[in-house]
Nanobody
């Protein structure tokens, strides 16, 4: 099981940008497909974006396309999420996640997903 640690959350205004980062403390993140989920109060946790182990394929949910960019730097053992043009609807706890394949993160299989502890993102004027 991999230990994931997120950083970079905070309070921003609508239209602002924010960057989230995730690192693994005990093993190479490069051995996992990774992604970002979010969970708003009273809602289910949803996959926001995901990326393959070598970074050659990404997925993002429709509501963030053109605004959020997922990337990874395997040499630095980090996963990033650049969020631009933030909207109040983006307010949620954001979780870093890792599994074997992107299809695992999309809940198309029963393989385990490993989670970070979450970081709060609040978009409010």
């Amino acid at each position: 099981q991999v230990q994931l640690l997120e950083s970079g959350g905070g309070l921003v205004q609508p239209g602002d940008s924010l960057s989230l980062s995730c690192t693994a403390s005990d093993r190479p993140l490069s051995t996992y497909a990774t992604g970002w989920f979010r969970q708003a109060p009273g809602k289910e946790r949803e996959l926001v974006a995901a990326i393959t182990r070598d970074g050659d394929e990404t997925y993002s949910t429709e509501s963030v396309k053109g605004r959020f960019t997922i990337s990874r730097d395997n040499a630095k053992n980090t996963l990033n999420l650049q969020m631009n043009s933030l909207e109040p609807e983006d307010t949620a706890v954001y979780y870093c996640a890792a599994s074997t394949l992107i299809t695992d993160l999309r809940r198309e299989t029963n393989r385990p997903i490993y989670w970070g502890q979450g970081t709060q993102v609040t978009v409010s004027s």
